[in-house]
């Protein structure tokens, strides 16, 4: 082929792929809607100065819309009489930070209205609630929002807090993430509280015996069986990070080493030889910031829509 041809080529693949819009960028907004990041930075960190479970509810609301059907803010969408939507899941039941969202998007519309989607409100204000301690991530923008929910994708899409550690290489791997990936996002574990139903049987019925799960700290059983006091118990709320489960920090990887991981997937991480050895390298601060953020961006780049396709959402809890 001539270079001439060739040329002519790569220059009309160059131009289809900037009309198409189909990446996301820095400061997508910053034509349209220069002052969006502001605004979702300053209301975030209002309501994250009064409120400090805030940042763990905005990073699993991220992490849970990411996981089915992309990035797209469909976790956002309220059912209707003919649709269970993904709020009414299992694994998101008790999701929360809505209210912050939708105020977000209530200012975002007064100043410019029909251009901000929801999922980039989404992906800034896990951000920002996070980074209200300090800043980890550059957030790239341009996402549509999605205008399909349904609680049976995120009852089978979502990873499990009783899946192994094959169960969960396989959920991250669905989505483009890797072994990496997983044990560093893990650490937002380190934020936030898990209900006693997710992790009661490995303190009362482990193998269907009345028994523990023998890898779990038993000191560290002892004290969640105060806590969690039969297996009926389904509303109870522990930290995830006992002691700090308010900080972002490395302690999560800590009590990991120390089998007091709460969860049976947390436990699963120590069964890998190599995620094993990674969680001893996110022991360091240093390197958990810098690993958290670069996961968290790849995260946030799982089957985004853009250019044309969804839409840009008037209320997050509606489709238009």
């Given at each position: 082929m001539k270079a001439s041809s060739i040329f002519f080529l790569i220059s009309l693949v160059a131009v289809l792929g900037a009309c198409s819009g189909g990446e996301l960028r820095k400061n997508f907004y910053e034509e349209t809607c220069p002052e969006a990041e502001n605004i979702v930075h300053n209301i975030v960190w209002k309501n994250a100065a009064l409120n400090p479970t805030l940042a763990a509810k905005?990073?699993?609301v991220h992490f849970h819309d990411c996981f089915v059907r992309?990035?797209?803010a469909s976790v956002l969408i309220d059912s209707t009489e003919s649709n269970s939507g993904e709020k009414d899941a299992v694994p998101n039941e008790t999701l929360g930070g809505f209210d912050v969202i939708e105020e977000v998007k209530t200012e975002?519309?007064?100043?410019c209205p029909g251009i901000v989607s929801?999922?980039?409100?989404v992906a800034l204000a896990a951000r920002d609630s996070v980074s209200f301690q300090r800043t980890l991530w550059e957030v790239l923008t341009g996402r549509r929002d999605g205008r399909i929910s349904l609680a049976s994708e995120a009852n089978r899409d979502m990873?499990?807090?009783?899946?192994?550690?094959?169960s969960l290489q396989q959920s991250f791997e669905n989505n483009g993430l890797t072994v990496h990936d997983l044990v560093v996002l893990s650490g937002g574990h380190t934020l936030g509280v898990g209900r006693c139903r997710f992790f009661r049987d490995r303190l009362y019925n482990f193998t269907g015996k009345g028994d523990a799960d023998p890898s779990l700290n038993p000191t560290y059983?002892?004290?969640l069986r105060t806590k969690c006091r039969n297996v009926e118990d389904n509303k109870t709320a522990v930290g995830m990070d006992p002691g700090?489960?308010?900080s972002f920090d490395t302690n999560y990887f800590k009590i990991l080493t120390q089998h007091k991981g709460l969860f049976q997937s947390d436990a699963a991480l120590l069964t890998d030889k190599g995620a094993r050895n990674f969680v001893n390298v996110l022991l360091d601060s240093k390197r958990f910031f810098m690993e958290f953020g670069l996961s968290m961006k790849r995260m946030g780049a799982i089957g985004v829509l853009t250019g044309n396709s969804g839409e840009i959402r008037k209320k997050c809890n509606?489709?238009?």
């Amino acid at each position: 082929m001539k270079a001439s041809s060739i040329f002519f080529l790569i220059s009309l693949v160059a131009v289809l792929g900037a009309c198409s819009g189909g990446e996301l960028r820095k400061n997508f907004y910053e034509e349209t809607c220069p002052e969006a990041e502001n605004i979702v930075h300053n209301i975030v960190w209002k309501n994250a100065a009064l409120n400090p479970t805030l940042a763990a509810k905005l990073l699993r609301v991220h992490f849970h819309d990411c996981f089915v059907r992309g990035c797209d803010a469909s976790v956002l969408i309220d059912s209707t009489e003919s649709n269970s939507g993904e709020k009414d899941a299992v694994p998101n039941e008790t999701l929360g930070g809505f209210d912050v969202i939708e105020e977000v998007k209530t200012e975002l519309e007064k100043k410019c209205p029909g251009i901000v989607s929801c999922a980039d409100i989404v992906a800034l204000a896990a951000r920002d609630s996070v980074s209200f301690q300090r800043t980890l991530w550059e957030v790239l923008t341009g996402r549509r929002d999605g205008r399909i929910s349904l609680a049976s994708e995120a009852n089978r899409d979502m990873p499990s807090p009783f899946f192994n550690f094959s169960s969960l290489q396989q959920s991250f791997e669905n989505n483009g993430l890797t072994v990496h990936d997983l044990v560093v996002l893990s650490g937002g574990h380190t934020l936030g509280v898990g209900r006693c139903r997710f992790f009661r049987d490995r303190l009362y019925n482990f193998t269907g015996k009345g028994d523990a799960d023998p890898s779990l700290n038993p000191t560290y059983a002892a004290f969640l069986r105060t806590k969690c006091r039969n297996v009926e118990d389904n509303k109870t709320a522990v930290g995830m990070d006992p002691g700090s489960d308010l900080s972002f920090d490395t302690n999560y990887f800590k009590i990991l080493t120390q089998h007091k991981g709460l969860f049976q997937s947390d436990a699963a991480l120590l069964t890998d030889k190599g995620a094993r050895n990674f969680v001893n390298v996110l022991l360091d601060s240093k390197r958990f910031f810098m690993e958290f953020g670069l996961s968290m961006k790849r995260m946030g780049a799982i089957g985004v829509l853009t250019g044309n396709s969804g839409e840009i959402r008037k209320k997050c809890n509606v489709i238009n």
